[in-house]
């Protein structure tokens, strides 16, 4: 919902537009019956300026806005979040890598890339146990299993993992292996899984729903924060794009907003953000320079046999020059 401020009556509205304008707000008049203008509203795609800020300025009155929707969520501003002994993700912390195969195909593959991804400095092991697929004929991950496997390699190799939950019926046992949750896009609002996954106290990461805007975003992260979640971390992966060249959007002006100003822990999963390798390590470049705290991306050790998201798989030696340009 928009700010309104109100006027003085001795305001001269057009100069506290100049005002507003010089400080980046853009606003539109409200005007009375008698055809004068008595309050202007604040547009969301503003910059942000502080309630005091605004009373300052010559001629406004009042400044009226809706309370927050997510004051759990507004109480994490600034605070980074604690994924295991040796990781931090969020302000004030280096970039994290999290990175591992789409789906967990074996044993085998997983220890594999776990060692190349400790061994490119990596924080957190990815992998999928279970994978919503578009087609039902499509591989769905190894169940159960494979969250065993992915939870002994990241101990072997001394990294944190994270792994997808996508069943309320899940959500437990998931909570028992992981380090991080992730929900996926998908799952952004099904409030049923939030509520069963936020039960678990878990730290979570929750993934931008493909139409989400932010304001649902954000409240989807409440729900999981009501529900008793210990933290969560916010993952941008492409929205909705318009042109088949580049899979998603992904949107870094989100990733900005969310670092800058709300100042909360935000990564971002280049993968699947354009749907292709080749874009990868300049898009998680971009992510890192907008204020992203890390990236999630997809490696597979022989990514042309991957069963699942091969095309914008990272062979593992591309991991070693990741963040290379963005380490303390």
């Known amino acids: 919902m928009a700010t309104v401020v109100t006027l003085t009556s001795d305001a001269d509205a057009r100069l506290v537009t100049q005002h507003l304008q010089s400080l980046g707000v853009w606003s539109s008049a409200l005007k009375n019956n008698a055809g004068s203008v008595t309050a202007l509203t604040l547009s969301a795609h503003s910059a942000s300026i502080s309630f005091d800020a605004l009373k300052r300025i010559p001629g406004i009155a009042e400044v009226l806005a809706a309370p927050s929707g997510h004051p759990r969520l507004d109480e994490r501003r ?3 979040v604690q994924i295991n002994d040796t990781t931090k993700i969020g302000p004030g912390q280096p970039p994290t890598l999290m990175a591992g195969p789409c789906s967990a195909e074996s044993a085998e593959l997983v220890d594999a890339v776990a060692a190349e991804v400790a061994a490119a400095g990596g924080h957190l092991l990815r992998g999928g146990a279970f994978k919503p697929r578009t087609s039902p004929y499509a591989f ?5 299993k494979a969250l065993t496997w992915l939870r002994d390699a990241a101990d072997r190799y001394g990294l944190g993992l994270v792994t997808e939950c996508m069943s309320e019926a899940d959500a437990g046992r998931v909570s028992e292996v992981a380090d991080l949750i ?3 896009s998908r799952n952004m ?3 049923s899984l939030l509520r069963a996954i936020g039960a678990t106290g878990a730290a979570v990461m929750l993934k931008r ?3 989400a805007t932010l304001s649902e975003w954000r409240l989807a992260a409440e729900h999981l924060l009501a529900a008793g979640a210990r933290d969560v971390v916010f993952c941008e992966r492409g929205i909705q794009g318009v042109d088949g060249e580049t899979r998603n959007t992904l949107d ?3 990733v900005a907003l969310l670092s800058h100003i709300d100042q909360l822990p935000i990564v971002v999963d280049p993968s699947h953000g354009a749907g292709r390798r080749d874009l990868v390590q300049a898009l998680s470049r971009a992510a890192l320079a907008a204020g992203a705290h890390g990236v999630l991306v997809e490696t597979h050790i022989s990514p042309g046999e991957a069963r699942s998201d091969g095309p914008q798989a990272l062979p593992v030696n591309e991991l070693y020059t990741l963040l290379r340009d963005h380490r303390n």
């Open 78 to 80: 600034g605070k980074a």
């Open 140 to 144: 769905a991950g190894a169940g159960q």
């Open 182 to 184: 992730q929900i996926g």
């Open 189 to 191: 609002q099904n409030f």
């Open 209 to 211: 729903g493909r139409s």
């Open 252 to 254: 870094l002006g989100a």
